[in-house]
């Protein structure tokens, strides 16, 4: 089969023509490059209704040069994410196109295209895919025919998160290209980092860099350090996701990607961990045709295509909405996809010796080592401040006997004689409901409330491993907790819903009620069902 895949969802016109038997792309592409500052939705949009004709006749010369008159069986194109006056013209052209060729039309998900692309160049089977690209940042996994968002940036994608601070500095878009080589020359300086289990933010270190920046600091060493802290991020999450899922396959799509010292992390934490790592070459990362012909030959094989009256875009298409009908269903990214598996493996080594348990956190060799050390000795002393005020909200959680900073290493009393999932009653749920109420009205939230996250003694319930752990009066982020241990009820009972209701109950008792009904908004959000 060969379809003419057209793209066009933000700075790129690029028309492609993929040929599935023999694996063979032509890519014709044309940049919109603003001459200052970022992309101008409405700039954009011209310049796709100049570009877009010329990029799909190049396309279809060459088709019919090397595959004849009849040379193409559908017609795909990027159906969103993207700028509506950008998707709204290449919709229109592919409308057109299909129709005058005859052909079936394919509706492209821009996201899911970034991650097949990798999975396809790689001969991977089922792997983790990180997408970093200019409007998104996020991690996917399939399971039960959808990607699943096992993470996802809280704000801005990565690559915009880039271009901001370059557009201060007053460099022309792109920023990724002219920070990766203003950082060759620079040095390391502290910003924030932030990651929250699978989910991760840029915000406060894009205003840090920018102060940093105004306050006279080299911009080399903002580009150096810019890179080194959001790049450890998306391979924090990563190997989180590698780790929760237990699948030894990474890909790696979208525009950032291009940058080697991300992939130099990637590699590396990949490496050091027995995985596989695939990035495919640069003209597959960056917003290219080629990977919406690639998927829509996939898609139209299976006889996914679209009507014209139904091929409406969508600005904000999200990759988990998407059917995945081009794969078996049986299919999985991972023994389970689901929270409650232990997360502790990416992070630090547990040994438990008589009644004592000793918790090191491991050196990444991935990181900057200035930052490795920073982030092992804050999530040390974290941690341990967490459990002692867990503690004095009267919590029960493991005595720390000694902490030492240096080796990032928690020395704490062993608790309890079995794992929640070995005595799973009414009453022990309960009061983990009636104990995460109580940590969160001092701002504590755990972080990874799990059945295996909670001991249960002779007399006592105890709360252990704060390690995902963090100070917050948000909400969201108690509902989370909330979210996270039923999902892990859910898990591992085989009839939850009694367990879950205790639970829910015990919560109740102390704790406040709007938790429990933003609770029931993050149920109903496509990302965790
Ligand atoms: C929705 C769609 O329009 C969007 N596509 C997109 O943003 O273009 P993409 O080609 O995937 O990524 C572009 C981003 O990739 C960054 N970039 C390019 N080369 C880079 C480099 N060497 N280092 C870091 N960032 C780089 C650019 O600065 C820009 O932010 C997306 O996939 O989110
Ligand atoms: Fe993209």
């Known amino acids: 089969m060969r379809v003419l895949g057209i793209e066009g969802t933000a700075w790129c016109a690029s028309a492609a023509v993929f040929d599935d038997a023999g694996g063979d792309f032509f890519i014709e592409s044309d940049a919109y490059e603003p001459d200052s500052g970022g992309i101008h939705p409405r700039e954009a949009a011209e310049h796709m209704g100049g570009a877009i004709p010329r990029v799909v006749e190049t396309a279809l010369r060459y088709a019919r040069e090397e595959y004849g008159s009849d040379a193409i069986d559908a017609v795909a194109f990027s159906q969103g994410p993207g700028l509506g006056p950008c998707l709204r013209i290449v919709g229109t052209a592919a409308r057109a196109l299909a129709r005058t060729l005859d052909v079936p039309l394919v509706g492209v998900n821009h996201m899911v295209a970034h991650l097949e692309i990798g999975r396809y160049r790689s001969g991977f089977g089922s792997p983790v895919c990180l997408n970093a690209s200019g409007a998104n940042a996020h991690l996917l996994g399939y399971r039960d025919g959808r990607y699943r968002v096992l993470g996802e940036t809280m704000d801005t994608g990565v690559g915009n998160a880039l271009d901001k601070f370059t557009r201060h500095v007053g460099w022309t878009h792109p920023g990724g290209p002219k920070i990766e080589a203003h950082a060759a020359e620079g040095s390391y300086v502290e910003l924030p980092y932030v990651v929250k289990g699978m989910d991760f933010s840029f915000s406060g270190i894009m205003s840090a860099a920018k102060d940093a920046y105004d306050d006279g600091v080299p911009v080399e060493d903002v580009c150096f350090s810019l890179q080194e802290h959001t790049f450890a991020m998306l391979t924090e999450v990563a190997e989180r996701a590698l780790s929760l899922t237990g699948t030894d396959e990474l890909v790696l799509g979208g525009g ?240 939850p819903e009694a367990l879950v209701a205790a639970f829910e109950e015990g919560y109740r008792a102390v704790g406040a009620d709007e938790v429990l009904d933003r609770l029931r908004g993050i149920e109903g959000r496509g990302r965790y069902q």
């Open 256 to 495: 950032v990607g291009q940058n080697d010292r991300l992939r130099e992390m990637l590699a590396g934490m990949c490496a050091d961990r027995g995985a596989s790592f695939y990035a495919p070459e640069p003209r597959f990362l960056r917003d290219n045709a080629g990977m919406i012909a690639q998927l829509g030959a996939r898609m139209a094989s299976v006889g996914d295509t679209v009507e014209v009256a139904d091929s409406a875009i969508d600005p904000n298409f999200r990759p988990d909405q998407v059917p995945v009908t081009w794969r078996d269903g049986d299919e999985s990214a991972s023994r389970s996809v689901a929270a409650g598996d232990d997360l502790r493996g990416a992070e630090a080594i547990v040994e438990i010796a008589g009644d004592e348990v000793t918790k090191r956190r491991l050196p990444k060799g991935y990181r900057h080592p200035e930052l490795d050390e920073t982030l092992r000795r804050e999530r040390t002393v974290l941690e341990a401040r967490l459990l002692a005020d867990a503690r004095k909200q009267g919590v029960p959680t493991p005595l720390v006997r000694d902490v030492d900073v240096a080796e990032a290493t928690i020395r704490m009393q062993r608790v309890g004689e079995r794992d929640l999932a070995a005595a799973l009653t009414e009453a022990n749920v309960r009061t983990v409901g009636e104990y995460l109420a109580r940590i969160h009205a001092a701002d504590v939230v755990h972080g990874d409330p799990t059945t295996r996250n909670v001991r249960v003694g002779e007399e006592r319930v105890f709360l252990i491993d704060f390690g995902l752990g963090y100070g917050s009066g948000h909400v969201e982020d108690h509902a989370m907790d909330l979210h996270v241990f039923e999902q892990s009820l859910e898990g591992t009972a085989a009839e």
